[in-house]
């Protein structure tokens, strides 16, 4: 049965659902033909987002039914709960970690949306102006470090072995490392293509505003404040 505890877990996986789900939506629409350099554009289209939207919204859903039904879920939705980590759906530092986690990563990136207007699309565009203030005043990319979090957030709690495939697939978790395995291909792809796209953007925006690119660029870490 159903608990507070569990409901009140539930509610806030539920808002972190919300803003992963937030954070991988375009707040404009990409330009019909920008003459940019964009490397990594063509993983931005409409219908490869929409399908990454549904995935990821598909695995909060079930997470949050299992969490609410923890730990006897039905036979129908959890054949074998057992093979489930309680750290993974009930209250502890596990889940506060990653959920907090989802929800700072996420308050970064949806301020560097508001923060950056109508030039913020996931495709590169030519920007109106060179956006000096609030986050970036103090980095260049926040929008990529807040992704970084949100996206670390979602690994951490839901790919884990013992977690929801592992009520399918409970052999799973006689694979060691496999969520070591898993993560670092999954964040080395990601590396790889955020180190595409933050060279490809600051081109254009070398090319676009020039020394006062340039000159901000100087003056400003890329994703850390004072770091990197």
């Not at 996420?106 to 986050?135: C, D, W």
């Not at 839901?158 to 490392?177: E, F, H, N």
């Not at 993560?183 to 180190?195: E, F, H, M, Q």
Request: net charge positive; charged share 15%; aromatic share 10%.
């Amino acid at each position: 049965m159903a608990t507070i505890a569990s409901f009140a877990l539930a509610l806030c996986m539920l808002l972190a659902a919300f803003v992963t789900f937030k954070c991988v939506t375009p707040p404009h629409p990409p330009p019909l033909k920008s003459g940019v350099k964009d490397r990594i554009g063509k993983l931005a289209t409409q219908s490869k987002l929409t399908a990454r939207r549904n995935c990821v919204l598909f695995v909060w859903i079930y997470h949050i039914l299992l969490t609410i039904t923890y730990p006897h879920p039905s036979p129908a939705i959890c054949p074998h709960p057992d093979s489930l980590d309680p750290k993974l759906f009930l209250w502890g530092t596990h889940a506060v970690l990653y959920i907090s986690m989802i929800l700072v990563g996420g308050s970064i990136r949806l301020a560097a949306y508001k923060q950056l207007g109508e030039n913020f699309t996931f495709q590169l565009a030519k920007p109106k102006m060179l956006v000096k203030h609030g986050l970036y005043r103090y980095v260049q990319h926040p929008s990529y470090i807040g992704q970084i979090v949100v996206f670390a957030g979602n690994l951490l709690l839901l790919t884990r072995p013992a977690g929801a495939i592992a009520c399918w697939v409970p052999s799973i978790l006689d694979i060691k490392y496999l969520d070591v395995l898993v993560w670092t291909v999954l964040i080395g792809v990601g590396v790889v293509l955020a180190g595409m796209r933050i060279r490809d953007e600051e081109d254009m925006l070398k090319k676009e505003f020039g020394k006062e690119w340039e000159e901000y660029h100087v003056e400003t870490k890329r994703l850390i404040p004072g770091l990197l």
